[in-house]
């Protein structure tokens, strides 16, 4: 009977900071996932540009759809849900990093000059309007990736004549769970809309 007095206290107070610690466990920062930044690199043109090519001076403007306006890593179930991968970052929100990521594509093909100060004669003037409309990654019911889809519509008005319609997009199939290979398809993506926007103005 004493024994059974001294035990049960003992008990309660090593169940109630088990519960503790179990509760308080989230917040621990060695068990936050490891957090990845994710970089792309520009869409480099092989068609040479011969010196007596004219260098259009180009405004660009370019604007994501909303829920994508975002530095996390993006995946769309089956079921409507934007999920972000866990830890996965790009190196900054979708415009930033499709604005410059675009720019350094169009002036790697030496036929653009991007001129973020609109300080250019007005005739010269090209303004380079897009939309971002798909940027992530397609999951399947058990959440597995399955592709990354890009596309990207706008249009390029150069001063009085008629604009130019711009319309491009890709799909890129996936069959791995590893990060590395998910942002390789989204790098992919992006130099084939780029080839395609490239092709229409």
Not at 188 to 197: L, T, Y
Request: charged share 20%; with cysteine.
């Amino acid at each position: 009977m004493i024994v059974n007095r001294l035990i049960n206290p003992v008990v309660i107070c090593l169940l109630a900071s088990a519960c503790l610690l179990a509760a308080c466990g989230g917040l621990i920062p060695a068990e936050k996932p490891v957090v990845t930044t994710w970089w792309l690199k520009p869409y480099v043109s092989l068609n040479g540009v011969t010196a007596s090519d004219p260098v259009l001076q180009v405004s660009l403007n370019l604007s994501v759809v909303p829920g994508l306006d975002s530095d996390q890593v993006l995946a769309l179930s089956d079921d409507a849900e934007l999920k972000p991968y866990a830890g996965a970052h790009w190196a900054d929100h979708l415009p930033e990093l499709l604005t410059s990521l675009v720019g350094r594509s169009l002036e790697a093909s030496g036929r653009f000059e991007i001129n973020p100060d609109r300080d250019f004669v007005k005739s010269q003037k090209c303004d380079l309007q897009l939309e971002v409309q798909e940027f992530y990654a397609d999951l399947d019911p058990g959440d597995l990736t399955t592709g990354v889809r890009v596309a990207i519509h706008g249009r390029l008005q150069c001063g009085s004549a008629v604009p130019v319609r711009v319309q491009a997009s890709a799909l890129i199939p996936v069959d791995d769970k590893r990060m590395t290979v998910i942002i390789a398809a989204f790098q992919q993506a992006m130099d084939q809309v780029m080839q395609e926007i490239l092709k229409q103005i």
